[in-house]
């Protein structure tokens, strides 16, 4: 394989290239809606988010990050995709010249995957990188890891879904584990469990604490950028976590919060009414954004705006707790919260969202319910 200086390298019937217009990039964000077009555990993503991920002039996060793009194309055909990134705050935070490779989809074929990836490496070289990992994207609010196992389970929207060739081919170019996450599937009683209730009890009144159910949007307006702050803070130590900044707050406060049920989010409040926790579930929009298959008209809207009002499952989307108030019991007011909501909703299956194979914390609290792992996901790393 030879690198022909043109932004393309070349071998086995394989051309990498690199993105450089407009229809290059539309065919970049396409690819995976073929690619998996009839899978029933393929969530395709909404064209105009993704549209908005790529653009430099929408995505802040473009502020700190450079990225590159490759399509790979067999015998005139289009076999495969790749984005590279690097993620400067990232760099400097934890002092790792780590670039990423994300948007990975590609045909079952060994040779596409490796040139692809070997691509982005040669990329993550020439700007000085010495280790390349992922899949992840520009901030922790992309959807991260290779899916390990779960191959036969519907994916969440905040997840990736990939075929299980992905792995193989992926440790074959030489990539190892570097962190894993895990996600539950969870059912519920028509009653919040005792224990939840007796302990949510006993932590309410030690800890002087008061829960506040949105009624308004301008009860959510109040609390906006205090919940992001909170997420700057709870999750600064999760792995590759890159705290926002202001234009990126203000950017997923505008995306996000619009579209969050009012009373699918719960807000707890110190005796001083400062936010010391929250916690964010949904309805499951996966099966509504299948029917939407990437767009949102002429008819997916309708979709979206039918699952979010009549659904059967739900997902748990964010929960924080301030450092402070960590390992007091805090968990189990907002479980106890998002229980009564989906029970209202009558809402019964529930999927956590990836957690950190480590974050024993969380995970205890599914002790409590009839609940077992179903999916693994994997961030995996190369050194360069």
């Known amino acids: 394989m030879v690198y022909t200086g043109?932004?393309?390298?070349?071998?086995?019937?394989?051309?990498?290239?690199?993105?450089?217009?407009?229809?290059?990039?539309?065919?970049?964000?396409?690819?995976?809606?073929?690619?998996?077009r009839n899978n029933p555990y393929y969530v395709p993503p909404l064209k105009k988010g993704q549209a908005t991920i790529f653009s430099k002039d929408?995505?802040?996060?473009?502020?700190?990050?450079?990225?590159?793009?490759?399509?790979?194309?067999?015998?005139?055909?289009?076999?495969?995709?790749i984005a590279g990134i690097i993620n400067y705050s990232f760099?400097?935070?934890?002092?790792?010249?780590y670039a990423r490779f994300g948007w990975f989809d590609f045909e079952d074929d060994e040779e596409v995957a490796k040139s692809l990836l070997a691509a982005c490496e040669g990329w993550a070289k020439e700007h000085?990188?010495?280790?390349?990992?992922?899949?992840?994207?520009?901030?922790?609010?992309?959807?991260?890891?290779m899916l390990?196992?779960?191959?036969?389970?519907?994916?969440?929207?905040?997840?990736?879904?990939?075929?299980p060739y992905y792995v193989t081919c992926t440790e074959k170019a030489g990539y190892q584990k570097d962190v894993d996450w895990m996600e539950y599937k969870i059912s519920l009683d028509k009653k919040v469990p005792k224990k939840i209730e007796q302990l949510a009890s006993v932590v309410k009144r030690r800890n002087k604490v008061r829960i506040i159910n949105p009624q308004n949007s301008h009860d959510i307006d109040r609390y906006a950028h205090e919940i992001f702050e909170l997420i700057n803070t709870c999750y600064s130590h999760l792995y590759g976590m890159v705290e926002l900044t202001e234009k990126q707050i203000q950017f997923y406060i505008k995306q996000y919060l619009p579209i969050i049920r009012k009373d699918f989010i719960s807000?707890?409040?110190?005796?001083?009414?400062?936010?010391?926790?929250?916690?964010i579930i949904m309805?499951?929009?996966?099966?509504?954004?299948?029917?939407?298959?990437?767009?949102?008209?002429?008819?997916?809207?309708?979709?979206?705006?039918?699952?979010m009002r009549k659904n059967n499952m739900g997902e748990l989307w964010l929960i924080a707790v301030r450092p402070d108030y960590q390992g007091k019991g805090i968990n189990a007011l907002l479980m106890e919260e998002a229980n009564k909501a989906y029970i209202k909703n009558k809402i019964f299956t529930v999927e956590t969202n990836p957690e950190l194979e480590d974050n024993k914390q969380i995970q205890s609290l599914w002790d409590y319910y009839d609940a077992f792992q179903h999916k693994r996901r994997r961030c995996y790393i190369k050194y360069l």
């Not at 760099?91 to 010249?97: A, E, F, G, H």
């Not at 390990?148 to 075929?163: C, P, R, V």
């Open 6 to 36: 043109l932004g393309e390298k070349i071998g086995e019937g394989i051309i990498v290239k690199m993105v450089e217009t407009d229809q290059e990039l539309r065919d970049f964000i396409s690819f995976p809606y073929k690619l998996y």
């Open 58 to 81: 929408k995505n802040p996060a473009f502020e700190h990050c450079i990225s590159q793009y490759w399509l790979a194309f067999k015998e005139g055909r289009l076999v495969g995709r």
């Open 91 to 97: 760099i400097d935070k934890w002092n790792k010249k």
């Open 128 to 145: 000085g990188m010495e280790a390349i990992h992922g899949p992840m994207g520009f901030t922790n609010f992309d959807p991260a890891g």
């Open 148 to 163: 390990i196992e779960g191959f036969d389970q519907i994916a969440t929207i905040a997840a990736l879904y990939n075929y």
């Open 267 to 279: 807000l707890i409040i110190n005796e001083s009414g400062a936010l010391i926790a929250f916690g």
């Open 283 to 307: 309805p499951s929009l996966s099966k509504a954004l299948q029917k939407a298959n990437g767009r949102l008209f002429p008819f997916g809207f309708l979709h979206l705006f039918v699952s």
